[in-house]
T-cell receptor, first 113, second 115 residues
Framework: GNSVTQMEGPVTLSEEAFLTINCTYTATGYPSLFWYVQYPGEGLQLLLKATKADDKGSNKGFEATYRKETTSFHLEKGSVQVSDSAVYFCALSSYSGNTPLVFGKGTRLSVIA | SAVISQKPSRDICQRGTSLTIQCQVDSQVTMMFWYRQQPGQSLTLIATANQGSEATYESGFVIDKFPISRPNLTFSTLTVSNMSPEDSSIYLC????????????FGPGTRLTVT
């Protein structure tokens, strides 16, 4: 079945540091890939997405590229801020869409000033 | 996108009781799901709420424990029955929306504590 493996946290960075959160997946066919963010005490927000190989999703300075050859969708940001402190979830859905998401375990990011 | 509201936002319940969580969407959607997020954990799919028919449950979740209603394309309820402390979690509904129908949006969640 489909699965998502995310790097273990927590991750603690200083403000303006470079962020990478690794995500790899196992899926049949050509899934769509997502990063969701959950700020403290809040629900999940869609951060970015990519629906086919070599697509790059981007939002709020975050980027992730759909790499079919390495089955990866790593999240990156060049300069993190304290306000980026949150839990980040990598997820996939099947190619056909309209299906539930399969989530990674989540990575907690703390950014300190 | 879709705007999703959930009621209640949080509740503290006694073991053995039941709680019904409501999920309201601002537009008609075909696909609606219910997830559980246990403390410090990722999200686990409970079931797909089907309009006009019984919900489809994932392994480990049963209708007697988590009955779901979906009377129309904008509304669904999840009931957590005969609660125990192990049911303490955040319960989230989500919908598929967007032009290409692959974007999934989540409600704010219902934080349930069972004592």
């Amino acid at each position: 079945g489909n699965s998502v493996t995310q790097m273990e946290g927590p991750v603690t960075l200083s403000e303006e540091a470079f962020l990478t959160i690794n995500c790899t997946y196992t899926a049949t066919g050509y899934p769509s890939l997502f990063w969701y963010v959950q700020y403290p005490g809040e629900g999940l927000q869609l951060l970015l997405k990519a629906t086919k190989a070599d697509d790059k999703g981007s939002n709020k300075g975050f980027e992730a590229t759909y790499r079919k050859e390495t089955t990866s969708f790593h999240l990156e940001k060049g300069s993190v801020q304290v306000s980026d402190s949150a839990v980040y979830f990598c997820a996939l859905s099947s190619y056909s869409g309209n299906t539930p998401l399969v989530f990674g375990k989540g990575t907690r990011l703390s950014v300190i000033a | 996108s879709a705007v999703i509201s959930q009621k209640p936002s949080r509740d503290i319940c006694q073991r053995g009781t039941s709680l019904t969580i409501q999920c309201q969407v601002d537009s008609q959607v075909t696909m609606m799901f219910w997830y559980r997020q246990q403390p410090g954990q990722s999200l686990t799919l409970i079931a797909t709420a089907n309009q006009g028919s019984e919900a489809t449950y994932e392994s480990g979740f049963v209708i007697d424990k988590f009955p779901i209603s979906r009377p129309n394309l904008t509304f669904s309820t999840l009931t957590v029955s005969n609660m125990s402390p192990e049911d303490s979690s955040i319960y989230l509904c989500s919908v598929v929306a967007g032009k290409a129908s692959y974007e999934q949006y989540f409600g704010p969640g219902t934080r349930l504590t069972v004592t």
